[in-house]
């Protein structure tokens, strides 16, 4: 797996950590730790899978439907950072 930049010289996880070993626990049929080592795992995923099928059939509300798939994804992974934080500081 490709090592984390941000980690390896600032000693701090980034908000992508985690992404690579989790799709590799998706892989392996491990859906509930593959959750706990990125919760962001199936929202990103929702999102990619929606994109994907929204390149070739067009939706009436695709747009809306895009930006809040993103919002949520986003707020997932900084929510979900910002509480490892707190108990890696703690």
């Known amino acids: 797996m490709f090592p984390c930049l941000n980690k390896k010289l600032f000693g701090v996880d980034c908000l992508g950590c985690g992404l690579q070993r989790s799709l590799v626990l998706l892989f392996k049929g491990e859906f509930a730790a593959a959750f ?36 949520i994804s986003l707020l997932t ?14």
């Open 36 to 71: 706990q080592m990125y919760p962001a795992i199936y929202p990103l995923l929702i999102l990619l899978f929606f994109l994907g099928f929204n390149f070739f059939i067009k939706f009436k509300y695709d747009l809306l439907i895009k930006v809040s798939l993103t919002i």
């Open 77 to 90: 992974i900084v929510v979900s950072y910002l509480i490892k934080m707190k108990f890696i500081f703690n």
